[in-house]
């Protein structure tokens, strides 16, 4: 019969590997006492994929519902990720006793957070709320002063943070507050880079949110399903479970979905339409050519028996390919630094908010490397370089205040008058 290794026993490695509480998941050492690191050989595996599909099944159905109700709703889906997202990498290096003699330390990551916040979304929403409030000449005068000192109400919050965190350092506490301001300050580079370019995705066009992350979110079944029925070779061994089967299985099935889905999704105005205010109200615009289908014939050779004669493919499923190539080949090594970075802290997830996945950084891992992606191909090959009149006039209602506004308009009349008579 084995010792009590408890309380100032000698814990084992096993003992000595935190655990998430709820979590579904192993340490490596009982991982190889139950059959190994891959799936096919993994005993509770059938347990695992249950509660894994039953939670897929709620996350699905909820974003539905949210990518259902528009862009704004979407926007509040990606600030609650981005808090569940900080609050488990803020508790990642917090340490009980410390914490006990500093008292409301805590409070002053979160002051850099919506200090963060309020400084990425200013940037990126300041145009769409001026356009929101045009007609409303209170409104777009009190909208124009916020934005003009937007920046410098950021700075002045961030240096409050700053002399707050100073006057808060205690003799003895220096080595750890110095290691939380700067663990909180990478978390706001991580958090905040993939997710304002998310955001701008979003109102760009909710299509180029929804089907970037809708490849990963396949682009991880398949590999699941891969590797749980047919992995056999190890990947990497940054995360053991992952196979060479589920790695290839899942890249056909992702480039495949991808030009699939474009095809569906570039159908609808709701979701490749952008969307130049904050309202919620439905969306027509003219999709561009990207959007319009071009109709090809089926070879003469073709089997009689063969259903289509004819077939229509829109061109941005050409660019959705691309997506897909990127989601299966690059986008995984994202969870793969993930992977090495719980194996470095020694914990299986980051949380256990969600059953059977674990937290929600878990889950956006590879969300954040594509989000990226997506925003610089999409500026990169999508949107077009030379200046157009909606740019124009959007730099003039953003930069403008409304006296010089009118001033300009006088000022265009003029010369185009001018104009006119010249050439007569």
């Given amino acids: 019969m084995q010792k009590d290794t408890g309380s100032g026993g000698t814990s084992t490695p096993t003992a000595r590997l935190r655990r998430r509480r709820g979590s579904n998941e ?42 259902y109700m528009g862009h704004l709703y979407i926007w509040a889906m990606v600030v609650v990720i981005q808090i569940f997202m900080a609050k488990e990498l803020f508790n990642l290096l917090k340490k009980a006793h410390e914490d006990r003699h500093l008292p409301g330390f805590w409070l002053l990551n979160w002051h850099f957070f919506f200090t963060a916040m309020l400084f990425v979304y200013g940037r990126i929403l300041s145009q769409r709320l001026v356009n929101a409030v045009t007609m409303d000449k209170f409104l777009y005068k009190l909208v124009g002063r916020l934005n003009k000192y937007h920046m410098v109400t950021c700075y002045f919050l961030y240096i409050t943070g700053f002399m707050w965190f100073i006057l808060a350092l205690k003799k003895k506490m220096y080595k750890y507050q110095f290691g939380q301001y700067a663990w909180t300050h990478m978390i706001l580079i991580v958090v905040f880079t993939q997710s304002s370019f998310t955001v701008a995705n979003i109102f760009e066009g909710i299509f180029w949110f929804l089907l970037p992350a809708s490849l990963i979110v396949i682009n991880d079944i398949a590999a699941y399903i891969f590797g749980f029925f047919f992995g056999k070779t190890p990947l990497i061994k940054l995360s053991p479970k992952k196979t ?181």
Avoid at 29 to 56: C, F, P, Q, W
Avoid at 276 to 301: I, N, Q, R
Avoid at 340 to 366: V, Y
Wanted: hydrophobic share 45%; aromatic share 16%.
């Fill in 26 to 67: 192993f340490p490596p050492e009982v991982d190889r006492a139950n059959g190994g690191h891959l799936l096919v050989n993994d005993n509770t595996k059938y347990k695992s994929m249950l509660i894994r599909t039953y939670s897929t099944v709620w996350m699905i159905g909820g974003f539905a519902l949210i990518i």
């Fill in 244 to 424: 060479w089967e589920g790695f290839i299985g899942a890249s056909f099935t992702t480039m495949i979905s991808a030009f699939l889905m474009a095809n569906i999704l570039g159908r609808f105005q709701w979701l490749t339409c952008p969307r130049k205010d904050l309202s919620t109200g439905w969306l027509e615009c003219d999709p561009g050519l990207l959007f319009k289908p071009e109709y090809f014939t089926v070879p003469d050779w073709f089997p009689v028996w063969f259903p289509w004669r004819e077939f229509s493919i829109l061109p941005v499923q050409w660019h959705a390919l691309c997506l897909g190539l990127f989601a299966s080949i690059i986008a995984p090594f994202g969870g793969f630094f993930a992977s090495g970075f719980k194996r470095a802290f020694k914990i299986k997830d980051f949380g256990d908010s969600i059953p059977g996945h674990g937290g929600i950084t878990d889950r956006m891992d590879c969300q954040m490397v594509m989000a990226v992606f997506a925003y610089i191909y999409h500026q990169s090959f999508i949107v077009p370089q030379s200046l157009s009149i909606e740019m124009i006039m959007d730099q003039i209602l953003v930069n403008l205040p409304f006296e010089e506004q009118q001033a300009l308009y006088m000022k265009l009349g003029q010369l185009i008058m001018e104009r006119q008579f010249g050439e007569s």
